[in-house]
């Protein structure tokens, strides 16, 4: 280990992140009532201008209203670059900062972006005298965000995750694209023509360095990483696909931007009972291979070491966090 210790934000169980519009107060009751980790009411792109006043309304009052218990609850607010991101954490945190969990910030393009919005929403807390501490998700969405993320990421003690936006990231480095998220049939390999000159197409995933980089920063500042829309609601292996990829890299959940996506990302992020078994055996082998005065054994005809210890309780940890809520 480094001599420097990584400090874990405030763990909380982040597999599934549902989207609800500000402007679609019809579906609050059933998000809070629904099965996703954390729920996000949307102040940004999914609501027009001329509603944003009527969105922020709905939002504070549904926060006060409404019983999220079990529930994370966040807002995501507008980007600093518009006039309303300053009334969306005003009204907010004043008017019910005391029910809030998170803010989402969009479209971070440096930490002191990160640094602007704490600096208000701390006033805002002192001066209401509110107890709990709201903590900050930040999307990674812009060229920008992605150059700076590291910076991004170390930006507040309020930060506890960052998420991939790949639909806003692919408008702004001007990605060849027009879909939110997956795989794209022009990121493919063409392997070599074989005797017979046939040749195959491996389809590739374009995402892999973005998604792979905010693990990296996330994970480096004890924040959770979180992978972002998948827009094709109609195509839950697809869902289920993506999900699989980034959960192998590192990330503990993905947004849900339909009701039919949450119970796809909490099955694939939560550990199966198999991958459980596997990381007690790995425990349990370790164990006795450390009484024996030994480093690294053999289990199922594999290499397990010290480092098999820490992998395994990464998995036997997530499956207490989930059985516990
Ligand atoms: C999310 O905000 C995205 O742009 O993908
Ligand atoms: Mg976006």
Request: a negative charge; one cysteine or more.
């Amino acid at each position: 280990m480094s001599f420097t210790i990584v400090e874990e934000a405030t763990p909380r169980l982040n597999r599934s992140e549902l989207a609800v519009p500000g402007s679609s107060p019809k579906f609050f009751e059933k998000a809070a009532k629904g099965e996703a980790d954390v729920i996000f009411l949307d102040l940004e792109d999914a609501v027009a201008p001329d509603d944003k006043p009527q969105a922020r309304e709905n939002i504070i009052q549904a926060l006060n209203d409404i019983d999220w218990s079990g529930k994370t609850v966040s807002v995501r607010i507008n980007g600093l670059d518009t006039h309303y991101m300053y009334r969306d954490v005003v009204d907010v945190v004043e008017r019910a900062g005391d029910k809030l969990d998170l803010i989402m910030i969009p479209k971070v393009g440096t930490a002191a972006d990160v640094y602007a919005v704490d600096m208000l929403v701390t006033q805002i807390e002192q001066a209401k005298g509110f107890k709990n501490k709201i903590g900050f998700e930040l999307i990674i969405e812009t060229a920008l965000g992605m150059m700076n993320v590291d910076e991004i990421a170390a930006a507040s003690p309020r930060n506890e995750s960052l998420h991939f936006g790949v639909a806003d990231y692919a408008a702004s480095t001007k990605a060849k694209t027009t879909n939110i998220g997956g795989p794209n049939p022009n990121y493919v390999v063409l392997t070599d023509a074989d005797e017979a000159g046939n040749r195959d197409t491996h389809w590739g995933d374009m995402w892999h360095y973005a998604i792979a980089r905010m693990v990296v920063a996330s994970r480096a500042n004890g924040l959770r990483p979180v992978d972002g829309p998948f827009g094709d609601f109609s195509d839950p292996d697809g869902y289920r696909a993506q999900s699989s990829r980034a959960s192998v890299l590192g990330c503990e959940g993905k947004w849900a931007i339909h009701p039919s996506q949450i119970g796809l990302a909490n099955e694939v992020f939560s550990p199966s009972e198999k991958e459980i078994e596997k990381a007690k055996r790995i425990l349990e082998a370790m164990e006795k291979a450390q009484k024996e005065g030994q480093g690294a054994v053999a289990l199922d005809g594999k290499l397990i070491d010290i480092a098999s210890i820490k992998q395994a309780e990464v998995l036997v940890k997530k499956a207490e966090q989930i059985a516990t809520g």
